[in-house]
């Protein structure tokens, strides 16, 4: 069979667990190291806290966060891990929270039936009128057992009932009693501190994708944190992108708010996830140590022409600050654009350009001068990262450039780099000045960033 008839691979990606049988195994980007700084940092908040994980999207929150879940996990901490995006249908995530550490909790462990009591209490004073849902999480609570009073009820009847008389007078009860749902708080928080303070490392609740929730439920759920869960022992994990929460709290409180300072009421620490962007250096082999790895999940055998495509994606990826989701979506237009026997190098800069600056690369299918002036100025930027033109990669940068200068100027300058360039693709019967775009119109698709 020639490489010709070979099958090409599918463009789906395989799913695989975030976490496999031992924390941080396959951990191409080294960031155990992080997590364990962070472990030795967070052991000592016997004071409890709310830290938070920033990171753009597709930029690996998710792995790291249920890894070092995981690492925790290992080192006999009691851990909670939530998504909040799939239970941001709630209304309220106070019963969400409190129903996932009621899990962690033995089922023959002193105060254990005490928390979930308490939490039912907290969760009938302030359950919204009509909110059904919230019946299903308080179910986790086991509310059933839990005295599920009157006035809990009166709620869910007169929501459904849509009487304004009876409505109204559930209302009056409710302000009669806010002195005793006060005290219902207080006694929640004392019996979770009481359950906290008995263990001997602290508890960790990890809370995920708070950024891609509804805003108001985004903002309620760090607000409900302030509110019913600060205790010693207890530490929250917020793994999350601050410029998207900051958009929710704007969105809720109105544009004008200062969210950043608005967080920071509720979010002790910000930390970074670092991102490896370096040339020339150990991280920019993770780098391409992670391409390497999406290649092997798509089942490419390894060749010249892939082992040349990775190593340049790899560096441009570096280069052009790619996320790792921006990774994937390079290697799977490489699946998409096969077969191409010819400038696989190039192949790399195009991908990356159209993973990284869509618009540009559409400005570029339609031969806008000015749009290659552009990417001209993203090559400069990229040669200015090297030492000296050191790299071995520091040529393909200067034909790729001249590929770009030779668009502007129609092919009329007759640079040494363009001459070297065409003599090459002569073999594949293609001039130099159709490279680009035949390149681009081999992955020219839409693609969601």
Known sequence: ????????????????????????????????????????????????????????????????????????????????????????????????????????????????????????????????????????????????????????????????????????????KRLEEHAQEKVSVQQFRDSLAEFSGRQDKPVVIFIDELDRCRPTFAVQLIERLKHFFDVPNLVFILLLNRDQLEKAVKGVYGADTDASAYLSKFVNFFFLLPKQTSVETQANDHVKQYVNHVFDRYSFSEGRQVGGFSEVFGMMASLLNLSLRDIERGVALYAFAQPVNVANHFLAYVIALKVSNPNLFNRLIKGDKVAHGEAQKIVDVMQQKFDGGRDRNWPLLNSIRALHEGHISGFTNGSEELKQLNQGLWNYGLEVERLLPFLAERIDLPMER
Not at 43 to 51: I, K, P, T, Y
Not at 134 to 141: I, K, P, V, W
């Open 1 to 172: 069979m020639t490489q010709q008839e070979k099958p090409l691979p599918s463009l789906s990606l395989p799913r695989k667990p975030f976490v496999g049988e031992h924390a941080f195994e396959g951990d191409l980007l080294d960031r155990r190291q992080l997590a364990e700084r962070l472990t030795s940092y967070m052991d000592r908040l016997r004071e409890g806290a709310v830290l938070a994980i920033d990171a753009p999207w597709g930029e690996g929150k998710s792995w790291f966060g249920r890894n070092w879940a995981k690492h925790l996990d290992e080192q006999e901490h009691k851990v909670v891990f939530i998504d909040a995006f799939e239970q941001d249908y709630s209304e309220d995530p106070f019963l969400l929270i409190a129903a996932e550490i009621s899990e962690v909790l033995d089922s023959g462990e002193e105060g254990a039936r005490p928390l979930r009591q308490k939490a039912a209490s907290v969760a009938k004073a302030i359950l919204p009128m009509g909110t059904k849902v919230m019946l299903n999480l308080a179910g986790r609570l086991a509310l059933g057992s839990a005295d599920l009073s009157e006035e809990f009820r009166g709620a869910v009847e007169a929501a459904s009932a849509g009487g304004s008389d009876m409505a109204g007078q559930w209302v009056e």
